[in-house]
């Protein structure tokens, strides 16, 4: 069955220095995948999309790769600051073109 | 504002109890979605509707219904509500394969 597995539940990293988030999926051939922010008690905010001929995107101090060999995405965040603090989510599309499968995500909590 | 909004923001159900929970977007998406959201589980998606007038079982579907009424508005029913049920919904939308656009979430309690 499809897997979408995010590194750790939560990451605690201090001001200052970069994030790296892991996204790994199995039994998936996504043609794109997307990341999202997740606030305490909101909805997710789409952060950025990287499709399967993509090795990299940037975004501000946001960088997403994409390693369909491994099939991994790696998501940075450069100069973290306090307002970062969020849960990430990754999701590649899987079976029909319109739809996402979002993994569980990863708790980020930058340190001032 | 321009977005996916999304009522009641919060409701408790007796058990067996019905309801409906409202989502319209007013940014002519033509994909709209209903998740739902528990505690180290992620989103899993519950019905769609890829186009005005068709509708498809996502993940978890069972104990659910959906309407797309027009190309605005797309609403979830349960019939009978169950504990199990208990979570937060939320509605998204998108077009192509643009990122989604999510509403703030319904916050259900089935007692």
């Known amino acids: 069955s499809q897997k979408i597995e995010q590194n750790s539940e939560a990451l605690n990293i201090q001001e200052g220095k970069t994030a790296t988030l892991t996204c790994n999926y199995t039994n998936y051939s996504p043609a794109y995948l997307q990341w999202y922010r997740q606030d305490p008690g909101r909805g997710p905010v789409f952060l950025l999309l990287?499709?399967?001929?993509?090795k990299e995107k940037r975004k501000e101090r946001l960088k997403v790769t994409f390693d369909t060999t491994l099939k991994q995405s790696l998501f940075h965040i450069t100069a973290s600051q306090p307002a970062d603090s969020a849960t990430y989510l990754c999701?590649?599309?899987?079976?029909?073109?319109?739809?996402?499968?979002f993994g569980s995500g990863t708790q980020l909590t930058v340190l001032p | 504002n321009a977005g996916v909004t999304q009522t009641p923001k919060f409701q408790v159900l007796k058990t067996g109890q019905s309801m409906t929970l409202q989502c319209a977007q007013d940014m002519n998406h033509n994909s709209m979605y209903w998740y739902r959201q528990d505690p180290g589980m992620g989103l899993r998606l519950i019905y769609y509707?890829?186009?005005?007038?068709?509708?498809d079982k996502g993940e978890v579907p069972n104990g659910y219904n959906v309407s797309r009424l027009n190309k605005r508005e797309f609403s979830l029913r349960l019939e009978s509500a169950a504990p199990s049920q208990t979570s937060v919904y939320f509605c998204?939308?998108?077009?192509?394969?643009?990122?989604?656009?999510f509403g703030s979430g319904t916050r259900l309690t089935v007692v």
């Open positions: 999701a590649p599309n899987g079976g029909s073109a319109r739809q996402l499968t």
């Open positions: 509707s890829a186009s005005e007038g068709t509708t």
């Open positions: 998204a939308s998108s077009e192509g394969r643009e990122g989604y656009t």
């Open positions: 990287i499709r399967e001929n993509e």
